[in-house]
């Protein structure tokens, strides 16, 4: 989506490898063999590590992912190449080819990242060897990797936005930017909301890294459901500073315009912590439904290695839904209207705007939608039945009480965040009006992030305890 009016093309030729046409079979052969070598030796190196006990080591843990990555990287290019010169078709689709430098920015910047988290691991112990085992600890590990992911995501959508910017199919003339018409309020109201909002932003920030801050310092926090709820508490103050900043600023300057790329990667990041949201909120589901059924084996079944993995599931196929979602919209061209109805870059409100065939943009919604809305949503009421029949089989007062003690916030949390999901987007609206998706919106971007401090802070025993030590040793270093 670029201004201005320009021809371009719709697909890209690879012309492979300068080799002269009877020696491909050979070169076919060989890179096959290479790739096949390399995928099959990385995840032998992965299934080694994963059965034997003796590697589970901070080295072997970033080597894993290292092997991990080396077969993402080899695959991104690797196996097209094999096609074209099986098939001698070397076009790629526009969509292929911004997908193919997207994965292979991300990789090469991860292969990057595991390497100096691998360094760093070889400093510690040649260096430091008696204190190796208390610096190399398995959150800092977990937390070197997913710091690592992360950097790599950014950096390589940063690269793909700005390549779609020059590399859009077909004649257009698009807009450079977007107005946000904000919120449906008369605007003698609009200083008092945005002191409200302002409020609300500030209370969700300080709230949500409170609890991070109380299950880093209390050793009895150290549990998968709490390691679970501080990554939520983590994805609720990101998605709620991906929309309210900019509102907040638009309220006080009246500057409603919003460049393109900043709104497609507002709308990346919103689908993003969107999606990573529902997520998180499947595996504290699980992990509940564990310790409920299964109480006995809960130590076996939710161990650290499990509860990394669902994060970092999580933390994936949430870019990867984003991701999708954003390279479909960065082709589509915005001829005249640039006014969106809604105080964010709403990614349906965008689709309204556009002036080409969203047809692919739409199943990409409803099949996408399923995988990260209704399967999770189906997986937390799997798991919660299974709960209510574990404690109906023998039911009594005190088992009716832990089971509402360990699952209460979790499910309040889950009725408020798909309710308001559900309300929006699968009931369908009385009028025409876009007042309605604004203020559900506004529900669960905005007051859902607020809410969940407040829902495990009160209704958690250990979270109660955890703030009154804190508090206590505040008062005690002040005096």
């Known amino acids: 989506m670029r201004p201005g009016n320009q021809s371009s093309v719709s697909e890209f030729l690879l012309l492979g ?58 695959s991104v290019t690797v196996p097209k190449m094999l096609m074209d010169i099986q098939t001698k078709y070397k076009s790629i689709p526009y969509v292929g080819c911004i997908s193919q430098v997207y994965f292979f920015i991300f990789f090469t910047d991860l292969d990057s990242f595991l390497i100096t988290s691998m360094a760093y691991d070889r400093y510690v112990a040649i260096c430091y060897p008696l204190h190796y085992t208390s610096i190399m ?17 950014a950096n390589s959508l940063c690269h793909t936005l700005l390549l779609t910017r020059h590399m859009r199919p077909g004649n257009q003339s698009s807009v450079s930017e977007f107005l946000l018409l904000r919120l449906p309020v ?16 500030l209370t969700t920030v300080l709230g949500n890294l409170l609890i991070i801050l109380l299950i880093r310092l209390d050793s009895h926090l150290h549990t998968p459901m709490y390691f679970f709820l501080s990554h939520l508490a983590l994805t609720d103050v990101s ?22 790329a900043e709104c497609i990667t507002q709308t990346y990041f919103f689908i993003f912590f969107t999606d990573l949201d529902n997520f998180l909120l499947t595996s504290m589901a699980y992990d509940r439904y564990v ?83 209704a399967i999770p949503l189906i997986c937390i009421l799997i798991s919660y039945g299974h709960i209510g029949a574990t404690i109906l089989r023998v039911p009594s007062t005190k088992r009716i009480c832990k089971a509402l003690s360990t699952c209460g916030s979790h499910l309040s949390v889950v009725s408020l965040y798909y ?18 998706d604004i203020i559900a919106s506004m529900m669960y971007t905005v007051v859902t992030p607020l809410l969940n401090p407040f829902i495990y802070s009160l209704r958690n025993r250990d979270m109660k305890d955890a703030l009154e030590k804190l508090f206590s040793r505040a008062t005690v270093l002040s005096q």
């Open 239 to 260: 998605f709620a500073s991906v929309t309210v900043p900019k509102m907040l600023m638009s309220m006080q300057t009246q500057d409603q315009s919003m460049p393109y």
């Open 17 to 74: 490898f300068p080799v002269p046409p009877e020696q491909q079979g050979m070169f076919f052969a060989l890179f096959l063999g290479m790739y096949l070598t390399t995928v099959l030796g990385n995840l032998l190196i992965i299934l080694l590590i994963r059965l034997d006990s003796r590697l589970h080591t901070p080295m072997y843990f970033f080597l894993s992912h290292l092997a991990f990555t080396d077969v993402s990287f080899s």
């Open 137 to 153: 600890r398995e959150e800092l590990c977990a937390l070197l990797v997913a710091v690592s992911w992360v950097l790599s995501c």
């Open 419 to 436: 309710g308001t999901i559900i309300g929006l987007y699968f009931l369908p609206s009385s009028g025409t009006s876009s007042d309605k």
């Open 186 to 201: 008369p605007p003698e109201q609009q200083g008092m909301l945005f002191a409200l909002f302002l409020g609300m932003y």
């Open 291 to 373: 310790a409920i059924c299964h109480p006995l084996h809960y130590s076996t079944i939710m161990r650290e290695g499990l509860c990394i993995f669902l994060v970092a599931g999580s933390w994936t196929l949430s870019c990867a839904s984003a991701l999708s979602h954003t390279l479909l919209l960065a082709q589509l061209s915005f001829c005249a209207d640039n006014t969106i109805l809604h105080f964010f870059c709403d990614l349906g409100a965008l689709l309204k705007l556009s002036c080409s065939d969203t047809s692919l943009n739409e199943l990409v919604i409803f099949t996408v939608g399923v995988a990260v809305i």
